[in-house]
Nanobody, 128 residues
């Protein structure tokens, strides 16, 4: 079964850090571009970060640039989102998604529409 599973969410105080993981099963994530997205309560889905299939390109939304870092460990079939200096406005359910090859990177940058696989999400709450 081809799927993505996120983990690592939780409750953290403002200024704290979390590392989210996205593990792929049933396919080799190394050939796929990957994106992180989030949906805050009452808001539309927002793109957070994209990583190209070869790992050479990464992008971040302005709201997280300088605080979040995406990385991938293809040997573990896993993509990570390191989140530092978290703010209450980062509270959301975070999803990872994947699409094959360089096309997937464009889809990710375009808001994730058309990406092939999505995880069920992991919840992040930033609150004191």
């Amino acid at each position: 079964q081809l799927q993505l599973v996120e983990s690592g969410g939780g409750l953290v105080q403002p200024g704290g850090s979390l590392r989210l993981s996205c593990v792929a099963s049933g396919f080799n994530l190394g050939y796929w571009s990957v994106g992180w997205f989030r949906r805050a309560p009452g808001k539309e889905r927002e793109g957070v970060s994209c990583a190209s299939s070869d790992g050479g390109d990464t992008t971040y939304s302005d709201s997280v640039k300088g605080r979040f870092t995406v990385s991938r460990d293809d040997a573990k079939n896993t993509v990570y989102l390191e989140m530092n200096n978290l703010k209450p406005e980062d509270t959301a359910v975070y999803y990872c998604a994947s699409a094959f090859g360089p096309r997937g990177f464009s889809l990710c940058q375009g808001g994730g529409y058309g990406m092939d696989y999505w995880g069920k999400g992991t919840s992040v709450t930033v609150s004191s």
